[in-house]
């Protein structure tokens, strides 16, 4: 906990701020140069995200999945792998959970839920683990074998749901046996039936488990050390690619689970989808927007979510077109990842903050 | 020419002070550089060396002080900044782009072009014309990653000329250098001044200093001791200056009392990359009690004999046994565990993650013990408890454990992992150029750590440039000349003509011969 507040008073953090205010102007000005009032947007924006319990509750199901595919290649990341495939370990996870949600009944919720949310975070963790195992075996970038698999994922996915579990005279699978619902239907109603269910929960353990795992564990050691120096690694006796596949099994569970709960907790079915629906590519930029820090992640998906479920409200009230938020978005992560451009306008403030300690 | 007492000054440092967190690097240093000279700093590891020139560089800002460049007063806040001033630096570690060609690194940030296009050919022809003039042979068309380390250095010299540099700053530039480099080295010097150039020069060997140098500035923990003529001085005052006490070149040590065998190499042969041996049946002793000295030049399988006997490299025929275990293609771990310890050569990429801190990187190879790990947890306190320890007894310069490995001085990085190998008491230490970049206290203590070992009974095998060093610390020395030990000699009994002649593979012993 003390360290979470360090955290948040540290420079990081400041700088981190100071980006996201940055791109919020960016955003202003696109929009005063497109001939739109920016004050009226935003207030928009905002009246969207807090405006009624049921737009709260509902900011906070965008912002799960976001989370985890967040968590999922922020992990990949700090041991030194790209994890551009959150996308299909969602989409794969996400069928797994389907999978035994329609097939299996007569099961308890107990037993059900539980083994549908297993089975589809296995099935991501898979799904990452076989490119992990292909860079370890084969020496084929990550990057290019996790977006290949995206595509297969994609495919498979409905292949499978188009096969084995459609609804006839639907493009969708069966409803998911009740037993396997991992809604919150009590929480829901305080929400004005928003659709809350139990990943939100899911995802900030996972958050915790992320920084338990890697800065607690041997194997957090391990996987740390392999992505920040391979060869040291493995000159200290580790077995980098047995590493490498761990790593991708973490981060695929991760993404995998995003999928879980978008199917059992809050449509109950899985469409045959034209176009992935692009979680997991969004998890590339949370990561990014917390600095790949589980926690940073967290507040990352919270800003993202919120700024995307957001900018209905500023079309709908403003006449503002919801692209614009993507503009809005792409320049904080552009200030965030360039940090040195947010120092540079930091620097008067800070030159006047030293000299005042000088003084003191 | 103008002697140099009256010769203008072309770079002055006054007062200059850097503090890190925790630690005070640079404290009121002032110097001055005259046009022509070569000017030696020297002073112990992490006495602030780097630092200072890295702030003349402008990589980092003083906290204090001025700079004065030709007289004018300057403020140095980037490299391109320093170029600009025609400052120039080769760096401890070299910045290079390992896949890009010679003459792409060197024209890099400053590319000629010929509309939207670099125009290559007057670049190469420009790069070509800078080696001529200076005598810096290189091949303007290789890529980086395939050339020798030296060729490396004369890239980043060539890198600092075609910036037009006046001022070259080097830091430890001959610590990764063959002795024959070495001498190139020092001939390429003597070039650039008589083209009225000015060189600082970071070094730890006095032998250097008194060979090339003019003048001598000597800091200890961040303050200037003071600054002599080179002329007038002599190595052992300078080591005493900067270390703060007397020195011994020569290490003491009694007749070694050589045990049972702890290492035994028989016949092993390895494959390089393009499928020719590099190992070429070599067979090589070690006994418990004894430190056996690897001689040879570089890349005569020095490299791949440390990666076969560390499970690294697939042995493809003959075998290794330690203590009687046989070893051949075991998994590094499991070589580890039965008792061998490697100082690497090459610090950063083999030997320290540079992100993780002190304390973590003390337990690289033993971070799963019972004592350092609880179930699948690491044990923090008792890391820490550790690594303090370590720090302590090795001397290792950090202001605490939590600071990464990167933050540390170079000398001090390589102390660390001299305290983490010695420390697991290896039944054999491999230790490859284990002074490499040390100061001489530093060295002094690390061979006296050697001999320790070798005292307590264990086998110690040393693997140097260093003829020097090899002489002073082996008790038996094994020449290895293109993936062969091609003789075995004892101290005593030879001088570093007969080893180097060796080393050139123009003289073979039979083994016998020398132990008989
Ligand atoms: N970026 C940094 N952050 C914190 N401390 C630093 C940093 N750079 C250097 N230091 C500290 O400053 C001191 C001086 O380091 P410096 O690298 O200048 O030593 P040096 O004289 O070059 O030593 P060596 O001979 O070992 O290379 C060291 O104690 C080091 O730990
Ligand atoms: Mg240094």
């Not at chain 1, 299909?88 to 949600?101: D, E, H, K, Y």
């Not at chain 2, 080295?185 to 970071?202: H, N, W």
Request: glycine residues 10%; charged residues 20%; neutral net charge.
């Amino acid at each position: 906990m003390g360290k979470l507040l360090r955290w948040i008073g540290s420079d990081s953090f400041v700088v981190s701020l100071v980006a996201i205010l940055l791109g919020l102007i960016c955003g202003a000005i696109i929009m005063l140069i497109g001939g739109y009032n920016p004050i009226v947007a935003y207030i928009a924006l905002f009246q969207k995200i807090f405006g009624s319990p049921y737009d709260i509750g509902e900011t906070i199901r965008e912002i799960t999945p976001l989370i985890l595919t967040g968590l999922s290649v922020a992990f990949a990341f700090r041991t030194g792998l790209f994890n551009i495939g959150a996308e299909g370990q969602f989409l794969i996870g996400m069928t797994g959970a389907t999978f035994v949600g329609v097939k299996l009944s007569g099961l308890p919720w107990i037993v059900h839920a539980p083994l549908a949310v297993i089975v589809g975070a296995l099935a991501g963790g898979l799904w990452g683990a076989l490119a992990g195992w292909l860079k370890a075996s084969r020496g084929v970038n990550e990057v290019i074998t996790t977006i290949m698999l995206n595509w297969i994922g994609l495919f498979l996915s409905n292949y499978i749901v188009a096969s084995f579990l459609l609804q006839p005279g639907q493009q969708r699978s069966y409803m998911i046996q009740d037993t396997a619902s991992m809604s919150l239907p009590w929480l829901a109603a305080a929400f004005g039936n928003a659709r809350l269910h139990w990943g939100t929960v899911v995802a900030l353990l996972a958050a915790v488990v992320f920084y338990i795992i890697l800065w607690r564990t041997k194997l957090g050691y391990e996987l740390r050390a392999v992505g920040h120096n391979p060869h040291a690694a493995q000159y200290a006796g580790m077995n980098v690619n047995r590493r490498m596949v761990t790593a991708m099994f973490t981060a695929g569970i991760f993404a995998g689970l995003a999928g879980v709960f978008e199917v059992l907790g809050v449509f109950h079915y899985q469409t045959v989808m034209a176009a992935s629906p692009g979680y997991g590519f969004d998890g590339i930029a949370v990561s990014l927007l917390g600095m790949n820090n589980p926690f940073g992640v967290v507040l990352g998906a919270a800003l993202f979510g919120g700024l995307t479920y957001g900018s209905a409200g500023m079309s709908f009230g403003a006449d503002v077109p919801p692209e614009i938020i993507r503009i809005v978005i792409g320049s904080v992560i552009f200030f965030v990842a360039t940090q040195g451009i947010v120092r540079y306008v930091l620097l008067p403030f800070y030159k006047r903050r030293g000299k005042e300690v000088a003084k003191a | 020419m103008v002697p140099l007492s009256t010769a203008d000054t072309v770079v002055e440092l006054k007062g200059i002070t850097k503090r890190f967190p925790g630690i005070v690097a640079n404290d009121s240093i002032s110097l001055q550089l005259k046009r022509g000279e070569i000017h030696a700093l020297l002073g112990e590891n992490g006495a602030g060396k780097s630092t200072l020139m890295n702030i003349l560089f402008g990589l980092y800002q003083p906290d204090e002080g001025q700079i004065f460049v030709r007289g004018e007063p300057v403020t140095i806040d980037s490299p391109n900044k320093a170029f600009d001033l025609g400052i120039g630096m080769v760096h401890q570690h070299f910045k290079l782009v390992q896949p890009f060609t010679v003459t792409e690194n060197i024209i890099l940030g400053l590319e000629p072009s010929k509309g939207l296009n670099i125009d290559y050919k007057s670049a190469h022809a420009r790069v070509a014309k800078l080696s001529e003039q200076y005598g810096l042979k290189i091949d303007p068309k290789a890529r980086i990653e395939n050339i020798s380390v030296g060729m490396q250095q004369r890239v980043e010299i060539l890198k600092t000329l075609y910036r037009g540099a006046d001022i070259l700053i080097f830091d430890e530039p001959t610590a990764v250098l063959t002795p024959q480099e070495i001498h190139e080295l020092i001939e390429i010097f003597r070039g650039l001044v008589a083209e009225g150039k000015s060189i600082i020069l970071i070094t730890h060997k006095l032998k250097e200093i008194m060979e090339i140098a003019d003048t001598v500035t000597i800091i200890r923990r961040g303050k200037v001791i003071d600054t002599l003529k080179v002329a007038e001085t002599n190595p052992k005052e300078l080591a005493e200056k900067m270390v703060g006490r007397g020195v011994s070149f020569r290490t003491e040590k009694k007749e070694a009392q050589p045990g049972p065998v702890v290492l035994d190499v028989k016949d092993v042969t390895c494959l390089g990359g393009k499928g020719l041996p590099v190992l070429n049946g070599i067979s090589l002793q070690v006994r418990a009690g004894e430190i056996v000295g690897i001689a040879g030049v570089d890349g005569n399988g020095q490299s791949e004999l440390i990666e076969a006997l560390t499970g690294l490299r697939s042995i493809q025929s003959g075998s290794v046994t330690l203590k009687g275990k046989d070893i051949t293609n075991e998994k590094p771990r499991r070589i580890s565990e039965a008792g061998l310890s490697l100082i690497p050569e090459d610090r950063h990429k083999h030997g320290l993650v540079l992100d993780f801190t002190m304390s973590e990187n003390m337990v690289l190879e033993t971070y799963f013990h019972p004592e350092f790990s609880k179930g699948i947890f690491l044990n923090y306190d008792a890391i820490d408890k550790y690594a303090e320890r370590l720090i302590q007894e090795f001397d290792v310069r950090t202001p605490s454990i939590y600071n990464k490995a990167r933050s540390l001085s170079g000398g001090n990085q390589q102390k660390a992992i001299i305290a983490r190998e010695i420390d697991k008491d290896p039944e054999l230490l491999i230790a490859a150029q284990p002074t490499r970049g040390l100061d001489v206290g530093a060295i002094e203590f690390v061979h006296k750590r050697l001999i320790e070992q070798r005292d307590h009974g264990k086998a110690v095998l040393l693997v140097s440039f260093e003829l020097d060093e090899i002489l002073n610390v082996a008790d038996r020395i094994a020449v290895i000349y293109e993936g062969q030990i091609v003789g075995e000699v004892l101290p005593k009994d030879t001088n570093d003509q007969e080893l180097g002649l060796m080393m050139a593979g123009s003289k073979r012993m039979q083994g016998g011969e020398a132990r008989g």
